[in-house]
C-alpha cells in the first residue's frame, strides 16, 4: 500500500491531497507557500504513517516555474520525512493536464491536488533531481546564464535591425563582426557622423580602429576601407529620423556591453564553484567542452545513477524523436518531441556545436548529418549530434573515465 500526496503548488498557497492505493482520501487541505505550510503537509503524513504503514510514500508537485523548488527542497532534506523513506517527484505539468481531462471535473486548485496524487499512483512521473547545496548553487549561475544569452541575442537582433535603417550594405561591406566594442562604438556614431566618417582620411581611421581596438583588428586597413564603401552604397535618410536611430544603437550598444560583462562573472562563478564536483574532469576531457559547458550539463542531469539508461537521459533532455508507426507503415519523418529540460538540452547542443569543430569522429557524424537533408540542415544536424554527445556524457559520468578520443577509419575506394 503507497501513499501519494499531490500538491498543486502556487505562488501563495500549497493545495494537498493524500490518496492511498485504493484511491481513498487520507488528507486533503490547502497551506500557505511558506516554511509553515509545509510543516503542516509533513505532519498530516507522519499522522497518516502512524496510523498505517505505506509501502512507499511519494510526495509529488508540478514544475511550476520557481513556485515548486523551495517546498520540494524543504521536503528533500526534512529529517523526519527521509527516515520514513519519503520520496519528491517532480511532474510534468503537460502530461498532468492532460491526465487531468480524462475525468472531465471542473479546474480548482483542490481537484488538481487531488488528480496529481492520481498521477502519481500510476509511476510514470519524472525521476527526482537530487537537490544538494552545490548543484542547487551551480543551477543557479547556469540557468541565470541562459536567459542572459537569450538577452544578448535579443539585444543584437534589435541592433541588427536599426543599423539596416543606417547602413543597410554593412553586412556585405564588413569582414568583422558589427558586435565588437569598437564596432558599436563607430557605427553608433558614439564617436563619428556618417559624414565625418565618409570624409574621415583612410589613414586616419585605420590609426583611429587600431586604437580603438587596441590592436585587435586583424587587419584595420580593410575594415576601414569596408566601412567606407557602406557609407557610400547605403541608402541615405534624414537627419531626424537618423537621430533616432542612433539614440537606439547608442542603447543596445550599452545593453550589450553590460550583459556581455555580467557574462563573465557568471563564466567566473561558474569556473569557481564547479571545482567542488570532481565528476566535472570527465566530461572537461572532452574537446570542446569548457567549464560552462560542464556546468551546465552537471546541474541539470545531477546523478546519472538516476537515469537507467542514456536512452532516459536523452528523453530527459528533449533529445529524441517520437516513433509513428500503424500496420505496415512507419513514418520516417518524425518531428521533435517538445518537452524536456530546456536547460540540459540548451547546453548540450552549445556543446555538441563545439565538440564537432574540435573532434573528427563527432566533425565527421555532424558532415554526415548535414548532407542528408537540403533544408534546416545546421539545425538538424547539431541536434543529432548533440543526442549522440549524450551517449558520450552518460557513459562518462557512468564509468567516471575520461574521454579517449578515436580516429575515424577512412573507407577506402
Known sequence: MNLNVGIDVSKAKLDYCGLDSDHNICFQDEAANQPIGVSTIKQAILQAAEVRSYDHIIIGMEATSMYNILPSYTFEHDLELNSLDVKVVTLNPKMTHKFS???????????????????????????????????????????????LIKQINDCKSHFLNNLYYKLNTIDAEL?????????????????????????????????ELNEMGRGRFGDPEVVAKALKAAVRSSYRIGQTILNSVNMVLGMYANEIRMFSQQKKKLDQSIGKLLEAFPEAQCLRSVPGIGP??????????????????????????????????????????????RAGDQYLRYY??????????????????????????????????????????????????????????????????
Not at 113 to 119: G, P, S, T
Not at 126 to 141: I, K, N, S
Not at 198 to 205: D, K, T
Open 175 to 207: 569582414p568583422t563582426s558589427v558586435f565588437g566594442n569598437t564596432m558599436m562604438t563607430v557605427l553608433a556614431d558614439e564617436r563619428y557622423s556618417l559624414d565625418e566618417l565618409a570624409e574621415l582620411p583612410l589613414e586616419q581611421l585605420i590609426s
Open 292 to 337: 560552462v559547458y560542464t556546468a551546465g550539463i552537471l546541474a541539470e542531469i545531477g546523478q546519472t545513477e538516476r537515469f537507467p539508461n542514456e536512452a532516459s537521459l536523452a528523453k530527459y533532455s528533449g533529445l529524441v524523436w517520437r516513433r509513428r508507426q500503424s500496420g505496415n507503415s512507419e513514418t520516417q519523418a518524425t518531428p521533435r518531441v
Open 101 to 147: 481531462q480524462v475525468y472531465d471535473e471542473d479546474k480548482t486548485d483542490k481537484v488538481d491536488a487531488m488528480n496529481i496524487a492520481e498521477f502519481i499512483g500510476l509511476g510514470r512521473y519524472t525521476v527526482p533531481v537530487p537537490r544538494d547545496e552545490a548543484h542547487f548553487a551551480l543551477q543557479r549561475l547556469t540557468r541565470e546564464r541562459f536567459h
Open 348 to 413: 548540450l547542443v552549445e556543446a555538441a556545436d563545439s565538440v564537432r569543430r574540435h573532434d573528427p569522429t563527432f566533425t565527421a557524424y555532424y558532415d554526415k548529418k548535414y548532407r542528408e537533408v537540403p533544408k534546416y540542415q545546421h539545425r538538424r544536424a547539431d541536434l543529432l549530434t548533440a543526442r549522440k554527445l549524450v551517449r558520450l556524457v552518460f557513459a562518462l559520468l557512468t564509468n567516471h573515465e575520461l574521454y579517449q578520443p578515436t580516429v575515424p577509419q577512412i573507407k577506402s575506394v
